[in-house]
């Protein structure tokens, strides 16, 4: 098991990162979608989501009406926090407003006529829940507070999308370990150390996963889930007791770093005098890898998601898979912003977030799953697969290895 740091230490760790990203990725980032001036405005206890990947630790929260400007001209860009000033913000951002009593729409139009923007972007989005975070009253007022001034407002959705979904080289390298934490685990849950077969339950296992993430000091993004696979069953209760020849498949993700993983693995029970699982159990993995390489083969810069998606499948079909993928980004979130390729119900085209291209230095949930029949059991088996990816210089990588071999119980 990787070592957990203390929350101090990630406290560092983090504001790093974000000082670097605010320094070398959001100026690239800006110029790219062309925004001038981009305002990030989140309300104590009903935060803009994407807000608090802004906030330097050990911030948790907005506070009142936390109000961010960024402003791109030539070859700067100024960071500016309108909100009370508070030690922690300084880490990253210039204080501008130093009386909490000013009227902070009044001080933001000045601020925007004083520096004459063309256009200022804020966080609304038809397409994607993670660039819709300004509420319809901070709108409302962000409105009033432009109204008369000779700049556009605009939707920043391609902007925010952007700052959510790029990772710096640091966070890339990071995600490695954030993996292999997630892959010990699910060793570790999908073993004789916490499955008796004839006692425990598909529910103890997810609880177990459950505690095991939280006494390491992280955090589950949601609850995981494990299910049974069984021979002359085709649908076995979460609440049913394990037992030999069972295919156990477990999906679980965490949060460390301000990073989400997600990841989806399988387990053979053995019957007594079964040293390992069936060969045929084990082709159809092999299936579910080669669906894996089969469609991040078709990732390339500039593709949208439901791009990707067709030649996937079109690939998969001429070797006889009977596939299904629905991979979705992930990053500050588990199921993030950016392109959407393929759902699990609706496997021909996604709208909106399939049409989204996909961008150098991202990361990706690779889920998917193939059907196979597996004779040793005389029926058709579901090989459900997930894996956290980064997309980087046009190649993918696959984030602290993969799952080539059922795990063993």
């Known amino acids: 098991m990787q070592t957990i740091l203390p929350l101090r230490e990630q406290a560092a760790i983090t504001n790093r990162w974000l000082q670097l990203r605010l320094e070398t990725l959001l100026p ?82 000045e601020l925007v006529a004083e520096r004459k923007p063309r256009t200022v972007a804020a966080n609304f989005s038809e397409t994607f829940a993670e660039a819709d975070g300004l509420t319809s009253t901070d709108h409302r007022l962000l409105q009033k507070a432009l109204a008369g001034l000779d700049v556009e407002l605009v939707s920043g959705e391609r902007l925010a999308v952007a700052w959510l979904e790029t990772r710096t080289t640091p966070e890339l390298e990071a995600y490695t370990g954030l993996n292999r934490i997630a892959h010990d685990i699910i060793a570790q849950a999908f073993s004789s150390k916490v499955i008796l077969p004839g006692v425990t ?77 069936p060969q045929d159990l084990e082709r159809a993995l092999a299936a579910g890898n080669l669906l894996q390489d089969i469609t991040v083969a078709q990732f390339a810069i500039g593709k949208t998601g439901n791009q990707v998606l067709a030649d996937a499948l079109a690939q998969a079909s001429t070797q006889g898979l009977k596939a299904r993928v629905y991979t979705h980004p992930i990053g500050v979130h588990g199921h993030a912003a950016g392109p959407t390729i393929g759902l699990f119900d609706k496997q021909d085209f996604v709208a909106g977030s399939g049409d989204y291209p996909l961008y150098d230095n991202t990361c990706y949930a690779l889920e998917l799953n193939v059907i196979t029949s597996v004779p040793t059991l005389d029926q058709d088996v579901m090989i459900p697969l997930e894996q956290t990816v980064a997309f980087t210089q046009g190649k993918v990588q696959f984030l602290g290895g993969r799952q080539t071999r059922l795990h063993l119980i």
């Open 28 to 109: 690239n980032l800006m110029e790219r979608e062309g925004i001038d001036m981009w305002v990030v405005i989140a309300r104590e206890n009903n935060e803009d989501q994407l807000a608090l990947s802004l906030l330097p630790a050990p911030l948790l929260s907005a506070s009142r009406r936390t109000m961010l400007v960024f402003f791109r001209q030539d070859d700067t860009l100024e960071r500016l926090n309108l909100s009370p000033k508070g030690s922690a913000m300084d880490l990253v951002y210039d204080s501008v407003r130093q009386d909490k009593q000013s009227d902070q729409w009044q001080f933001l139009r």
């Open 201 to 277: 339950t598909a529910v103890d296992v997810a609880w177990w996963m459950r505690q095991r993430i939280q006494d390491l000091g992280l955090r589950a993004w949601f609850h995981p889930t494990v299910n049974i696979q069984r021979q002359g069953d085709k649908a076995v209760p979460a609440e049913a007791v394990i037992q030999g020849g069972d295919l156990l498949h477990c999906d679980m993700g965490l949060v460390y770093l301000g990073l989400c993983t997600d990841t989806q693995q399988l387990a053979y029970v053995r019957r007594p005098g079964e040293e390992s699982a």
